[in-house]
């Protein structure tokens, strides 16, 4: 279950939910797309934080040794540039 994009036969964007078996939305431009998605996505990650704050699982001693290091360090490592799943796009946080 998910959402699909589809260019219309006009060229604008429809998005297709198969949980609804219907578009949600008709008649979009790209930036209207990104926009939806980044909304989205907004919401996902807000509550899959939300669930592991909930869960209160504690850092491992290994853990805090590694934190202990950043502080030192006086800044925490980045995961530079990572793939977004099987897209092809690669996300940077340098």
Known sequence: MGWRIEKQSNGKF???STRLDD???IDA???EIAQLYAEKGVKVYLASARAQLAKEIP????????????RRRGATPKEGEVPIGVTGFTLNDD
């Open 59 to 70: 850092v491992p001693p290994d853990g805090e040794e590694k934190i202990e290091a950043s």
């Open 29 to 31: 431009a790209p930036l």
């Open 23 to 25: 578009y949600i939305v």
């Open 14 to 16: 429809a998005v297709y």
